[in-house]
């Protein structure tokens, strides 16, 4: 929820000519989203419907396409807009960044292995593989262990 808000802020906070409708339009789109989520799960993720499923990605896409837009209009001001004073611009690059981070875990948080309500429910065991697998933890055949127990020793030539 904390990302959620932090993404809804800084879209708010970007120039008003990097924002494809009115400033509020989009972030009350996304507190709408927000809400029934929230009001769902308010304390933990335990439960989940289709309808929680299709309303957390959805609110991720929102987020995804607000911020591709301004990024798009973001690189048409700087490359055609002959902006005198390129210091707006520059602080919108850095809000669309880090919404984008933001958005990415978001996006990330909500498919990995089915999801966040999956992953507290489920047993380890029965939950697939992650989505991502990082090279530390690598080994030649697929794992389940927690990323706390240390990895098995390296063998052969780094490449």
């Known amino acids: 929820m904390v990302a959620t808000l932090a993404a809804i802020a800084l879209y708010l906070l970007l120039p008003q000519r990097l924002l494809i409708a009115p400033r509020y339009v989009l972030p009350a789109l996304e507190c709408l989203l927000l809400i029934p989520l929230v009001a769902i799960n308010p304390k933990r993720l335990t439960r989940q419907t289709k309808t929680f499923r299709v309303l957390s990605l959805t609110l991720v896409g929102v ?3 607000s911020n591709l837009v301004a990024l798009v209009i ?3 001001e700087l490359l055609y807009a002959g902006v005198k004073d390129g210091r707006p611009l520059l ?3 850095l809000q669309i960044w880090l919404t984008n981070i933001i958005v990415f875990g978001l ?3 909500e498919l990995d292995r089915g999801g966040p309500v999956s992953r507290t429910q489920a047993p380890r065991s029965s939950l697939p593989l992650a989505d991502f697998r990082f ?4 080994t030649t055949t697929p794992s389940r262990k927690s990323p706390t127990e240390p990895a098995p020793p390296r063998t052969g030539s780094p490449h």
């Open 107 to 109: 996006a990330y948080w």
């Open 91 to 93: 602080v919108a690059a």
């Open 135 to 138: 090279s530390r933890t690598r």
């Open 63 to 65: 987020i995804v396409v």
């Open 74 to 76: 973001l690189i048409h």
